[in-house]
Structures are given as C-alpha cells and as structure tokens.
C-alpha cells in the first residue's frame, strides 16, 4: 500500500500504479473512440471524408497538445490531480453526450448560411464550427496526461508504461466503433462510450479516496520544462508522423476496402504500433538508439510506400468470405507493414522524457500540437500540391533530419542522402496497372489529378477504350459503347417524362457521357455540380468526344450538391442524380431524406427530380430504405427500370405520365425524336415502367443516421448482393400490364404500343435471370420474345446481337457467308460495336472499298477504339495535352 509513504522507485509497480494504468488505458479507448464518432459525425456534414478526418485530428491533437502543457504549467497548483482527472473524464462523457445536439443544431444555421457563401467559405465555416466544439473535450483530454502523472510522482520510468498502455487503449477504442455503430447506431454508439467515461471517472475518484494521491505522498519530482528546440524539434517529429498517418490513410484507403471502416483500421494499427513502441522503450543505449531511430523511421515509411503496389495487388486477387475477414486480414497485413514506423514514434517520448529529467509532459503537448499543424498540411497543402505518394516521402525524410538533431555521431548524417536517393523513384504516384494487375493490366495511364477531395485517374485499356476511376477502386465511367448507352440514358428518360423541359441540372458530372445524352432535347439550359476538380477537366479534355463536346454546352459548377441545392435560387425542370457507391463513407447523405427534400425544393411546379441506383450495389433491405426514403419526400414517387439501373422518379407536383412524354416529343422533329429517344421510340421507354413506389413502414435514410453505408458492405461480403435475387424481387412486384396502362394514362388507341414496350422489357428482364440462374437456352428463347414484342429496344437487339454473333461460325449451315451474317446482325442492331468490327477485318482482308466508310462508322460508336484508331492515316480522337 501507498497510504503515508513515497512513491516506490524500484521497476516493482505499485498497487496504485497498476490500477491507474489500467484506468488511463481505458480512458485512452473512450478518448479515440470518440474522435472514430467525431470522425463520422463531421463526413454527415462534409460529406468528404478526408476533411472530416483531418478536421477531426486538428481539433483532437491540438487539444490535447494545448491541454498538456497548460496542466504541465498549473501542477504545483493542483493538490488532488488524480480527482480532477476524475472530474475532466466525467465532463467529457457529458459533453459527448450533448455535442450531437450542439452539431445538429449548427447544422440548420450552417446550411441556412449557403445562399451566402462560396463553397470554401462555407466548409471554412462548418471546419470552424466543428473545431471549436471538438477541441474542448480534446483540451480536457490532453490535461489528464499530466495530471496522471503527477498522481504518480513524474518518476520519468513509468511515462513508456503509462503512455503506452493509455496508446493500446486507444487503438483499441478505434476499432470499437466497428462493432458499435452497425448495431447502435452513431447516436447509440456515442451514448455507450460515455457510460464508459462516467464509469472511468467514478473509478478515478475512488482511487483518489483510497490512495490520497498527493496529500500522503512524498512530493513529485519536479517538471522540468526542456529547451525550446527539444520542443520545436519534437513538434515538428508530431507533424511529420501525422503527415504520415494522413499519407497513409488516404493510399491504404484507396486500396482497401473504401468504406466507414478503414480509417478505423489504419488508426488503430498507427497506435498500436506507438503504444507498444512506448511500452517496450529501451533502457539501455540510449545514444544508440537516438542514431538508429529516425534511420529506421525514414527507411520503414518509404518501404511502406514501395509496397504499397505489392498490397493492393494482394488485395485485388484475395477472396475474402466476410467482412470481419476482410478487415482483420487487411488490418493484420496493414499493422505489419506500418509498425517498424510506429514503434519508433512511440519509442521517442519515454527516452525524451528520461533524457530531459522529466519534461515528458511538455513534450507530450508541443508534439500533439505539431501533429494539429501536420494534418493541416497534409490534408490541404501537401496533397493537393505534390500528391499523396510524395506526401509519405517528405514526412518520412523530414522524420529522419528531425530526429538526427539528438544524435551524437555527425557521421548519422550521411543517412540523408542515401535515403534521399532512394525517396526519389517513390515520388510518382505508382502506376494503375501496377495497383490493380488483375483488372486493369496493360493499362496505360493517361491523367493524374489528386487533391483534398478524391484521386482521379484517366486510363487507357488495351483495346482503347477510356475508364474515369475515382480514387483507384471506383469505375465511374466508361467509354464502352454499351457503357456510355447507359450513362446517356441517364439524361434521356428524366427529359423525356418531363412534357416540356427546358432546363436541366446533372448532379454529378462524371465523363460528361451522361450529359450527352441531353443533346437532342431542344432548347435546353443545362448545369451540372461536380465536387471533383479531377473529373471536371476529365470530362472535358479526355472525354471530349464521348461525350460529343456536351461540356461546351453546360455550365458546370465545382461545388458540393448539398451546398449547390442549399446555396442556388434557381430551378430546374428536372434534376437528375448520378449514380454512385452508396457504402462508401459520408455518400449515402446523398440519398437521405434531407438530400431528396433539398432537390424537391429546387424543382419548378411541374419539375421531376430522378435519382438513379444500381441494382448490383443493393439488398432488397437496402432498396426498401431508399424507396421509402424517396417516397416521403415524393409521394407521387414512380419506379422504371433501364437495364440494370432503377430510376426513381419525383415529380414535385403530378407525374405526367404518358401524356407528358407524348407532348415532348410532339414539339421535336422526326430526327430529333429518334436521338432523343436513341432509336428506340417513346413506347419502348414507357415500356420500362415498373410502377408507384408502393408505401411501406420501416426506417428512413437520414444524414443524422445513417443506415447504408453500414449495412451495405456487410451485405457484399456476406453474399447479399445478388442482381439474380434483386430482379426476382422487382419482377414480383411489377404492376400488371392493364395497371401499369392505367398509371400512366395510356389512352385506348395507344395500347398496342404500350403493351408491346411493356412485355419486350419484362421478357427482356426474364432473359437475364434466365442466364444469371444458368438457363442459357431459355435465355435465349425468352430473347427472341422479347425481340418479336419489340425491335425496338436497345438490350433486346443487343442481346439478340451477341447471340447471333456467339453462333457466327454456323452461318454456313445455313447458307450464308461470314460477311452475310454480319450484315444480318447489323439490321438488327446497327450499333453493335463487334459486329461492325469483324465486318471491317473482312472489308479489309478483301480490299472491299466500302471499308473505310465502316471504319469511320465504328470510330463514330466508339471513338477510342484502338484497332480503328491505328488503322487510319491521322489519328481520330483529339488528345488534350500533357498535363
């Protein structure tokens, strides 16, 4: 027992001393578990991750680097510290509890402040805001440092144990909100870690009573404050690790998985390798170990980054059976790669401490306000201006010219250079081909932009073709003819229900290929919002013409579309949203009930707002949420289903039905009618109905709690997304052909018409759960159906297409010749892209003169066609220059 005696000095640990590491450690776990909640609070705002993270860690380093030193200043005025500690963890518990609140009610004034601010001015607000309310309970964190401590004497051996048992604690405490957040919920979650707090507070006070820390003890050693460069030199090591962290979060995040759990990951390996590194300090040495440690910092961070290609390689080819597989897996690896690193950071403060006769304290608070500095830095300047790659080099070199000033040996010095050489090849960010070898091998990359926001790359595939990848793993887009058919859609069916629209906003902007698809439609304003700096000059420069110059013709707004709907006094016709990765973090807002309220108000009275999904990327549970979501705001809210993409329809007032597509058309020209349409007539597109969104009980999408981006990866590695189940469901539910005529308004004399578009789809639908359920006989049978019902649908003839083309080598049984053949698929379908291209090998095999014209009809489908492109004397597509 402690009671009347001095602190002990032998390594034996004191009662005291085990309890209250044990407790610090636990109070470590409640501390980072909030700022994993701060984090996903401050992505429901931002709606990016990135800068709810670095936003997040300024506001926690900066606390407790600010709370640190002045507790450190204000020891000899404190009798009791262990007891206020007990009181600062139980206010921090409290305000946990009331800081949503606190947010939620800024949130209102915050976005009532949009119609006022540019898009930087209004996230250097929110960033303020959230700042200031994070950085109190930090402050109050960054205290107990010191005053723990204190309650142990400052003897400078037990700083490695007390730190590194608090840091393992906190590496835990950023994996707890995985197991949290899926079952509780964000606010349940947040509600559970701060009983955690009172009980750590309670149990601070009771050790306070049983143990009269400092009223009964001999007096501490003294706190000595180090020399002023010892401070600078040991923020700057706190900038340059959390440079690195950021560094790392954003290239380990690109290639894992991209969801809400990989911050948590990345953090917890970063501190568990500082936790064991300040526990397991070395004792002996010490000179030594001052010369090995920035070395070992320096050389281990830029081996990180030159394995980096080996891991997303691994990645990509590794079969993972569920989630918690695939996050302790890749966690597991990520930990290996990252602790050479994070042992040596944490190492750093136990030999300080002991080298300055106990000025751990101040050193504590100078490096965590340095690492505040660091994640600014990285997250706005070094990002955006040298990329993330480089990012990583230059806090790895600056680790080692940092800590070589506590070496003893100049010759330590000669490391620079060589590891300086040796940083040079790591600059460029790796090549995509390199990062996904499986997927995109003898890809070529073409465009490279990189800031705050996303990664964006513009790569060429061996067959020519384009692809728009946003932070590595997400396929926007595609220059694939039938690809870009599809993204055009997503233009011409909200036009074409709309019966006279004459302006038109693109929530999204991607290639531009969508945007094309508005072309045809005459007299048309069109706008468009993309957040992404990357792919706005992708859509006009690499993409020029696959999207046929729409860029030219629309005018396009850097800008968040939640600021966009919140700050503009337009309206529009119809407003459409993009399709996009709904589990990834901070995007599932996008179909919340706030988001959809935001774009029903900037409709005009007869204006219609469609959001489009992928069917790949949903459960049946996760549909219900969306289209119950949408029906609150809509409840006129009507379904069509275009291939494998759902189109939810909100019209502000009525749903003109067909009626309202019938009259839009009517204005147009013949040729107008038919690119509007795509060839395929008015019937065919009001043929893909399927229906009102029915009302149903059940949770709603909120921004304030969200459920998809929890649920959705969880369901993916689970098995759950299955486009086989999910078109069983719809087909169970598609209204009946005479209902659906009603709905519509189909009047007596268009029947005929209707019947034929409506029953070509579903057979269509039916076609493709045939093969996906392995009936490729049916599939075909249910094909040619579908293509007698109506030939005039794209996917009907395009499936029918590749039918007749897989079968081309029976042709002469049939008495027809190759080239024959060829011709009869394209009468069928004109644009099948393989089919005009074996008939262009024959034309030119024979020296047939006509083969020119069926080149210059393929570069017209697919412009980027390598095979076409090459053939000709000048080159077909227009090359921006090198950026």
Not at 284 to 299: D, I, M, N, S, T
Not at 534 to 552: L, P, R, V
Not at 618 to 630: W, Y
Request: aromatic share 8%.
């Amino acid at each position: 027992m402690l009671e009347g005696k001095s602190l002990p000095t032998q390594p034996n640990l004191s009662n005291l001393y085990w309890l209250l590491a044990a407790l610090y450690g636990i109070s470590g776990l409640t501390s980072v578990a909030y700022e994993v909640l701060w984090v996903r609070m401050l992505s429901l705002q931002f709606g990016v991750s990135v800068f709810a993270v670095v936003l997040t860690v300024t506001a926690f380093m900066a606390g407790l680097g600010a709370g640190s030193l002045f507790a450190a200043r204000k020891l000899a005025h404190i009798q009791k510290p262990l007891l206020l500690f007990a009181a600062l963890e139980g206010g921090i518990a409290l305000y946990a509890l009331l800081l949503p609140t606190l947010m939620h009610a800024s949130s209102g004034g915050i976005e009532a402040a949009a119609a006022q601010l540019e898009l930087t001015q209004w996230y250097v607000l929110q960033g303020v805001v959230a700042v200031l309310l994070l950085m109190l309970p930090a402050f109050a964190m960054g205290a107990g440092f010191p005053l723990v401590l204190a309650a142990l004497g400052n003897v400078p051996s037990r700083l490695g144990p007390i730190y590194g048992l608090n840091t393992l604690g906190a590496a835990c405490g950023a994996l707890l909100p995985l197991g949290l957040l899926p079952l509780l919920g964000w606010g349940g979650a947040v509600r559970l870690i701060a009983v955690l707090g009172v009980l750590v507070a309670l149990a601070a006070v009771l050790l306070s009573v049983r143990f009269a820390v400092r009223s009964e003890t001999a007096p501490s050693a003294p706190v000595v404050r180090p020399s002023w460069a010892t401070l600078l030199v040991y923020a700057g090591i706190g900038a340059s690790s959390l440079i690195l962290e950021i560094g790392w979060t954003r290239l380990f995040g690109m290639v894992m998985l991209r969801t809400e759990y990989v911050l948590a990951i990345i953090l917890a390996a970063f501190l568990l390798g500082i936790g064991l590194g300040s526990l397991f300090a070395p004792a002996r040495h010490k000179e030594k170990w001052f010369l090995a440690l920035p070395v070992l910092a320096c050389g281990f961070a830029l081996l990180s980054l030159w394995a980096l290609p080996f891991l997303s390689a691994w990645i990509e080819r590794a079969e993972f059976v569920s989630l918690f597989f695939a996050l302790s897996t890749q966690g597991l690896v990520l930990a290996l790669l990252t602790l050479p690193v994070t042992l040596v950071l944490g190492a750093w403060l136990p030999l300080l401490h002991g080298r300055t006769q106990g000025g751990g304290m101040w050193l504590y608070g100078a490096n965590s306000l340095g690492a505040a500095l660091g994640a600014m830095l990285a997250g706005f300047v070094l990002i955006p201006l040298l990329g993330s790659a480089a990012t990583v080099v230059i806090a790895a070199l600056v680790l080692l010219v940092l800590g070589l000033c506590w070496a003893a040996s100049r010759a330590a010095w000669l490391a620079v250079p060589v590891l300086a050489v040796a940083a040079w090849p790591l600059l460029k960010f790796p090549e995509v081909s390199a990062l996904l070898p499986k997927a995109q091998v003898r890809s070529q990359n073409l465009y490279l932009y990189e800031d705050a926001v996303s990664i964006t790359h513009v790569v060429e595939q061996r067959d020519g073709q384009r692809l728009l990848l946003t932070d590595l793993q997400r396929m926007d887009a595609s220059t694939e003819p039938t690809a870009v058919y599809v993204q055009a859609n997503q233009a011409r069916l909200p036009l074409l229900l709309h019966p006279h629209p004459r302006s038109v906003l693109f929530l999204g902007l991607g290639t531009g290929i969508s945007v094309s698809g508005s072309l045809p439609f005459p007299d048309l304003q069109r706008s468009a919002v993309e957040l992404s700096q990357g792919a706005i000059i992708a859509s006009e420069h690499w993409f020029a013409s696959a999207n046929h110059d729409a860029m030219k013709q629309t005018h396009v707004a850097r800008d968040d579309a939640r600021h966009y709907l919140s700050a503009t006094t337009e309206h529009y016709d119809v407003i459409i949203g993009d399709v996009f990765h709904p589990d990834l973090v901070g995007l599932s807002s996008l179909l919340s009930v706030q988001q959809f309220q935001r774009a029903r108000e900037r409709l005009s009275d007869d204006g219609i707002f469609v959001q489009w999904l992928a069917v790949n990327q949903f459960d049946k549970e996760s549909l219900r949420v969306v289209l119950r979501t949408f029906r609150q705001v809509f409840p006129e809210a009507q379904l069509f289903l275009d291939g494998m993409h759902l189109a939810l329809v909100g019209p502000r007032q009525h749903f003109a039905g067909a009626a309202g597509v019938m009259r839009n058309l009517q204005r147009m020209s013949p040729d107008q009618q038919e690119a509007a349409t795509a060839g395929e007539g008015g019937w065919t597109w009001l043929g893909r109905y399927w229906g009102a969104i029915p009302e149903s009980a059940g949770p709603v999408q909120d921004e304030w709690s969200p459920l998809l981006e929890f649920r959705l990866p969880r369901a993916r590695y689970a098995g759950e997304l299955d486009v086989a189940a999910m078109l069983n469901v719809l087909l169970r539910v598609r209204p009946r052909m005479d209902k659906a005529a009603e709905s519509l308004g189909v009047t007596e004399g268009d029947h005929e018409s209707f019947e034929r578009g409506y029953a070509g789809t579903e057979l269509m639908v039916r076609s493709w759960l045939a093969g996906m359920e392995g009936s490729p006989q049916q599939a075909t049978h249910l094909v040619r159906m579908a293509y007698q019902a109506n030939p005039r649908d794209h996917w009907t003839t395009l499936a029918l297409a590749d039918t007749m083309l897989a079968s081309l080598s029976q042709a002469r049984q049939h008495g027809l010749s190759e080239k024959d053949a060829l011709h009869q698929i394209l009468r069928i379908n004109p644009q099948h892209v393989e089919a005009l291209r074996a008939l262009w090998r024959i034309e030119r095999q024979t020296g047939d003169p006509v083969a020119s014209a069926t080149r210059a009809r393929l570069l017209e489908l697919s412009p980027f066609d390598r095979e076409a492109r090459q053939s000709g004397d000048q080159p077909h597509v227009r090359q921006p220059p090198a950026p």
